[in-house]
């Protein structure tokens, strides 16, 4: 019986978390759908890439209760290496913010892009090496902190790192690109 119930317990602590609990946290847009390839206007416009480079139009609803702030990221599943690339990350988004325009046009005040894996701050559109499709995922993640210590010189894992390590929960789109 003793073993059952440390088996038990902590299972059941896991299952109360507000992170297990953020299934109604969804993301939408109407530039990009799941499993879905990604538009030309949001690929990347260097590297042999001829793309816009547009931030997509996110939006979400129904973030898990305690949320104090955002975070927004996409990051290419797929690129060489095994942990990914970083094409983009927003932190310091207000608890009110249920939206990015196209274009990232029009950020709250106090929000921060830091540098992605190409190096800038901002967004980088996909650019999957020739032949190669890439999974994107874009995600926005609900945080239980209201800022996070970070500016736009940071580096993208070490703003993935301190957001993953404040989420109360994610919701995400996971598209396509290639060329």
Same mark, same amino acid.
């Given at each position: 019986?003793?073993? &059952?119930?440390?088996?038990?317990?902590?299972? %059941?602590?896991?299952?109360? %978390?507000?992170?297990?609990?953020?299934?109604?946290?969804?993301?939408?847009?109407?530039?990009?759908?799941?499993?879905?390839?990604?538009?030309?206007?949001? +690929?990347?416009?260097?590297?042999?890439?001829?793309?816009?480079?547009?931030?997509?139009?996110?939006?979400?609803?129904?973030?898990?209760?305690?949320?104090? %702030?955002?975070?927004?990221?996409?990051?290419?599943?797929?690129?060489?290496?095994?942990?990914?690339?970083?094409?983009?990350?927003?932190?310091? &988004?207000?608890?009110? /913010? /249920?939206?990015?325009?196209?274009?990232?046009?029009?950020?709250? +005040?106090?929000?921060?892009?830091?540098?992605?894996?190409?190096?800038?701050?901002?967004?980088?559109?996909?650019? %999957?090496?020739?032949?190669? /499709?890439?999974?994107?995922?874009?995600?926005?993640?609900?945080?239980?902190?209201?800022?996070?210590?970070?500016? +736009?010189?940071?580096?993208?894992?070490?703003?993935?790192?301190?957001?993953?390590?404040?989420?109360?929960?994610?919701?995400?789109?996971?598209? /396509?690109?290639?060329?």
């Amino acid at each position: 019986m003793k073993s &059952l119930c440390r088996l038990v317990l902590p299972l %059941s602590l896991l299952l109360l %978390s507000p992170f297990v609990h953020a299934a109604d946290f969804v993301l939408e847009s109407i530039d990009i759908h799941e499993g879905d390839r990604i538009s030309i206007r949001h +690929a990347y416009a260097e590297l042999g890439c001829k793309g816009g480079n547009l931030a997509p139009m996110l939006m979400w609803r129904n973030p898990p209760a305690g949320t104090r %702030s955002f975070a927004v990221t996409v990051q290419d599943l797929d690129a060489p290496g095994g942990n990914g690339a970083w094409n983009w990350i927003v932190v310091n &988004l207000p608890a009110a /913010t /249920t939206e990015l325009k196209e274009g990232a046009a029009g950020l709250p +005040a106090g929000a921060v892009q830091t540098r992605n894996d190409y190096g800038r701050p901002g967004y980088g559109g996909p650019c %999957s090496l020739p032949g190669k /499709t890439h999974r994107y995922e874009f995600s926005v993640w609900a945080l239980k902190s209201d800022k996070l210590k970070i500016d +736009a010189k940071a580096n993208a894992a070490l703003a993935a790192f301190m957001i993953k390590g404040n989420a109360l929960g994610q919701a995400k789109i996971t598209a /396509t690109y290639s060329r």
